[in-house]
């Protein structure tokens, strides 16, 4: 009998709107990490930016993104690049209550840069994302942001679990 | 290199969480192997001798060829190269959404992975094989997998199916070109039903 491989590292509810969300002190024994966003924000719609680090996070140019999405009549391909975030999974405004999921692949080595998948879903679009971080560095801190003024509403959850290999 | 899988080193796992944890959590997602690619780079990896105990497999990779232009990986199951695989993929270049969709072939192609141009990046992929011990159906799988290169790059959804009601007991992935670089790896895992 095999031991779990998928663990919940933390669980946050936002008790009160705010417009930045970080996870810090990142435990580094596992091998991929998956973050899971359910809720609203308090306008519009939005991609989830994603800045990461080791100790702080990287507020340089040293993302970039590739996405496809769907509209229900068409799909559509974009990237991003040398920006100061990558753009995963997708988020709107209430009612329309919305579920990303991000992967952070092989989130703690110090070799290889730092390729992450997301996925998400709104009540306008459906959306897949591949997004890098040219770094080599750990991570083991995460900081989501929003579009201009957006703010994460109160209600909305963020779990991150850990996915260990053998 | 093909990972067999060895029941007695699961036993060995899990005495040594018994011992470190006083309440070892028997979840219902496990690591069954993984390959990590060293420095002379493979041709091919495999997971042989796969339990037949879960309800879905997962395959978690990240990827690079070393020598040449990004390029896609090919799974095949049960040692099974005839032509009963069937893929479909729905694609963004960063600059136009595609799709394609191929019947008859000898594999799937469930991954992308990154050229060697892309000097540090890797592709990735998640891979879910579904039912696979099931042998009322044909075996399907769906995956998630990209790469981005700062300016270059593709993010894809695939699904496939082979076309067999055999259990799936192994699987074999091979690049269409070229290889599978130093630090690749190969994560599979068994989700319980």
Known sequence: ?166 | MTLRYDTRSRVSTYTQSWVSNADPDFGAYESIGTITVGSGGLSSVGFSGIPQTYKHLQLRIMDRNPSGEYISLRMTFNGDSSAVYTSHELYGSGAAAGGTGTIDLTYLTPFLIAPASATGVFGVGICDILDYTNTNKFKTMRSLTGYDANGSGYVELASGVWRDTTAVSSFTIVPNAGTMGQYSQFALYGIKG
């Open chain 1, 1 to 166: 009998m095999a031991v779990s491989a998928y663990e919940v590292i933390s669980t946050q509810t936002l008790g009160s709107a705010a417009a930045t969300v970080t996870l810090s002190s990142i435990s580094q024994t596992y091998t991929d990490l998956v973050l899971i966003v359910n809720g609203v924000i308090n306008s519009g719609e939005s991609g989830i930016f994603c800045q990461v680090g080791n100790g702080s996070v990287d507020t340089g140019t040293n993302y970039s993104t590739t996405y496809i999405l769907g509209d229900g009549s068409n799909a559509v391909s974009g990237r991003e690049t040398s920006a100061t975030n990558t753009f995963l999974g997708r988020i709107q405004a209430d009612p329309y209550n919305s579920t990303s999921i991000i992967h952070y692949m092989n989130y703690a080595n110090t070799t290889t840069y730092k390729t992450f998948l997301g996925k998400g879903s709104d009540a306008t679009y459906a959306i897949q994302q591949v997004g890098l971080w040219r770094s080599t560095s750990a991570i083991n801190t995460i900081k989501l942001s929003l579009v201009s003024t957006f703010t994460f509403s109160a209600g909305t959850t963020f779990t991150l679990y850990g996915i260990k290999a053998a």
